[in-house]
Antibody, heavy 121, light 107 residues
Framework: QVQLVQSGAEVKKPGASVKISCKAS????????MHWVRQAPGQGLEWMGI????????SYVQKLQGRVNMTSDTSTSTVYMELSSLTYEDTAVYYC??????????????WGQGTLVTVSS | SYEVTQPPSVSVSPGQTARITCSGD??????GHWYQQKPGQAPVLVIY???ERPSGIPERFSGSSSGTTVTLTISGVQAEDEADYYC??????????FGGGTKLTVL
């Protein structure tokens, strides 16, 4: 079945960067957009942006523009999300989530298992 | 910016019907989708395009739309349905928005 497997938990200092991977399997990687969503502790879901694995086109939520970079590697069916200039407010579980339909439906299924990023001095 | 609004909590007894609403000005033109999230787990899509149910989701989950409101209905609620539920939509530019989430408590 379609599966998204994310990299493990990270602890970073304020001002540092973090790069999370999301490896896809059991479907044609280039046919589906991938999204990133984060969830701060005890809070709701926040959409971060989208990447088209074919060609690498991206769109990011305005509040993260300039700090977030999403990339893809079609040879390994992996997408990456890098967030720089981390602050305590970036402490969250980060999820990759596949777009439901080919060509972009802007809802998500399935989701990765999540990666906890803790920003701590 | 586009927003959707959900009640923070809904409570229901086992076997009863739970209804969770989601309101947003663009919902007459944009689809609403629903996710279930249990503690420590990733969200799971339970309803898409207002009223479509993914394979593997129990029939007791249904969705509807009327005007600026979409509604998730869970008929014959079971203890295992206790979770947070999130409404999600997207505007015409492809910007995605989530509601704040509704905690469903099964009494």
């Amino acid at each position: 079945q379609v599966q998204l497997v994310q990299s493990g938990a990270e602890v970073k200092k304020p001002g540092a960067s973090v790069k999370i991977s999301c490896k896809a399997s059991a479907y044609t990687f280039t046919n589906y957009y991938m999204h990133w969503v984060r969830q701060a502790p005890g809070q709701g879901l926040e959409w971060m942006g989208i990447i088209n694995p074919t060609g690498g086109g991206t769109s990011y939520v305005q509040k993260l523009q300039g700090r977030v970079n999403m990339t893809s590697d079609t040879s390994t069916s992996t997408v990456y999300m890098e967030l720089s200039s981390l602050t305590y407010e970036d402490t969250a579980v980060y999820y990759c989530a596949r777009d439901y339909g080919e060509g972009g439906s802007y809802f998500f299924d399935p989701w990765g298992q999540g990666t906890l990023v803790t920003v701590s001095s | 910016s586009y927003e959707v609004t959900q009640p923070p909590s809904v409570s229901v007894s086992p076997g009863q019907t739970a209804r969770i609403t989601c309101s947003g000005d663009a919902l007459p033109k944009q689809y609403g989708h629903w996710y279930q999230q249990k503690p420590g787990q990733a969200p799971v899509l339970v309803i898409y395009k207002d009223n479509e149910r993914p394979s593997g989701i129990p029939e007791r989950f249904s969705g509807s739309s009327s005007g600026t409101t979409v509604t998730l209905t869970i008929s014959g609620v079971q203890a295992e349905d206790e979770a947070d539920y999130y409404c999600q939509s997207a505007d015409s530019s492809g910007s995605v928005v989530f509601g704040g989430g509704t905690k469903l408590t099964v009494l």
